[in-house]
Structure formats: structure tokens, C-alpha cells
């Protein structure tokens, strides 16, 4: 019964502006992705193919447009996966003790804006030196196997599992900074899931910055690791893989 009213109480307008939002952000990514038969060209003619036809200025000229996809990319994926602080915090705002959720949410999805600039200017250096094709993904085996090294080890440390720890505990987390209010509670609330997630999000430059296929997989990981029950049993499996990965690209 308890569940069947949360998820009635997630039809009131709040939540259908969140929904609007990823909705919107998923939307929007769609219609910015590279037509299947482009991709197609590329790959046979090669990676010169798509920067001649390409229509967004290339390097620093075309930061505004990545810092776009980025903050995009950010909204869609991150949005989903905060859905069980935002639900704790809901609860809160019915029983009378807190106010704010959309301060919550700003907060929360403006630290995911820091880092879309900063994932975009990271981008940009990357394709500056060739090390990206055009669809954002890496041409260079050192780096992919570097970013799936890197992301691998950082499933094991001790900053993910602190991260980790409040994301799965948001009634602990928001008690801990109460006299913070909403808006710096939702700062951070973004921090600690950028603590969580950034190595995994980085991994875009692997999988393809474009790649929709790949958001929506890494959404529902990053979604998973936050969940009590079924977390724990992720992330270090999901490190160990990745390490593995970087392995096999070294070595084939």
C-alpha cells in the first residue's frame, strides 16, 4: 500500500515537472543524434568523412554546442537516478517538516552543470588533439584503455563507497545537514553523487558522447548502485569488469 501511494503522490505537478524535464533533455538528445547512415559513411570512409560534413564548428568554436549536449546529458541521466532522495525528501514536505523541492532539484542538477563545462572542455582538448572521432568517442587505445582503468579502480576506493553510502541513505543524509535548507542540501546532495558517478559518466568518451544506448546503460548502473539492496552487489563486480575491459583493449 505504501508503495502504491508513493507512486500516486508522484503524479502531483512537482514530479510532472521533473518527468518534464528528463523528458524534455532525452528529447532533445534524440534529435541531436548522428543519423544511423552518417555513422555508417564514417565508418567506411573514416573520421575526415564526418568533420567535413559536420556543422557545428570544430574545436573551441564549437564548446558552446558540447557544453550544451553535456548539460543534456547531465539532466537526463542524473536526474533519474537522484528519484530516491527526491522521493525521501517528498515525504518529508507532505509530514510538514521540509519545504523546497524544487530548490532541492536545482541544486542537485546545477553541481551536474559545473561538471557538464568541465566534461565539455575535456572533450573539446581531446578532439583538439585527435584523440576523439566526431560522435565523441575515443580513436586512441591508451586513452579508452586509461578511462576504463581509471573508472575500474575507482569502483574500489574509499571516496565511492562514502559517496556511495549517503546516496543510499538520503533520510540520514538530509537529517546530517538539516539547517542547511533545500537549495544548499541540494548542492550537496549533487556533490555526493558527482563523488559517485563522475568516473562512470567520463566513460562516455568510450562508449561515444552521442551514443544514446549507451546513456540509458549507464543511467540504470549508476541508478542501481544507489539502491541498498542491490548496490553493494554492483559496484565492485562493475570495477573489476571495467579493469578487465581496459585489459583486453591493451592487449587486442
Known amino acids: 500500500m505504501q508503495v502504491l501511494a508513493t507512486f500516486r503522490r508522484m503524479g502531483a505537478p512537482h514530479w510532472l515537472g521533473l518527468y518534464a524535464i528528463v523528458l524534455a533533455a532525452w528529447v532533445a538528445l534524440f534529435a541531436m543524434q548522428t543519423p544511423v547512415e552518417l555513422r555508417n559513411l564514417a565508418d567506411v570512409y573514416g573520421a575526415d568523412f564526418w568533420r567535413e560534413l559536420c556543422t557545428v564548428e570544430a574545436g573551441w568554436a564549437g564548446l558552446p554546442i558540447t557544453i550544451l549536449m553535456w548539460l543534456l546529458m547531465s ?3 542524473m536526474a533519474p537516478t537522484a528519484i530516491p532522495a527526491l522521493v525521501t525528501w517528498d515525504d518529508l514536505v507532505i509530514s510538514g517538516a521540509a519545504r523546497g523541492f524544487g530548490a532541492l532539484l536545482f541544486g542537485y542538477l546545477a553541481v551536474w552543470g559545473g561538471f557538464s563545462v568541465f566534461a565539455s572542455i575535456f572533450q573539446v582538448v581531446l578532439a583538439e588533439f585527435q584523440l576523439l572521432d566526431g560522435f565523441g568517442k575515443s580513436t586512441n587505445d591508451l586513452v579508452t584503455a586509461s578511462l576504463l582503468l581509471i573508472a575500474g579502480a575507482y569502483q574500489f576506493s574509499a571516496l565511492k563507497e562514502a559517496c556511495l553510502s549517503k546516496c543510499r541513505k538520503p533520510l540520514t543524509f538530509f537529517m546530517q545537514y538539516w ?7 541540494g548542492l550537496r546532495l549533487g556533490a555526493v553523487c558527482l563523488g559517485c558517478c563522475w568516473a562512470l559518466m567520463v566513460l562516455a568518451f568510450v562508449g561515444g558522447t552521442m551514443n544514446l544506448l549507451w546513456m540509458g546503460g549507464a543511467m540504470i548502473l549508476m541508478f542501481l548502485e544507489k539502491m541498498p539492496d542491490i548496490g553493494r552487489y554492483l559496484t565492485r563486480p562493475v570495477g573489476l569488469a571495467l579493469i578487465g575491459a ?6 587486442f
Open 179 to 185: 539547517n542547511e535548507g533545500p537549495l544548499r542540501m
Open 75 to 77: 539532466a537526463a541521466m
Open 246 to 251: 581496459a585489459g583486453l583493449v591493451l592487449v
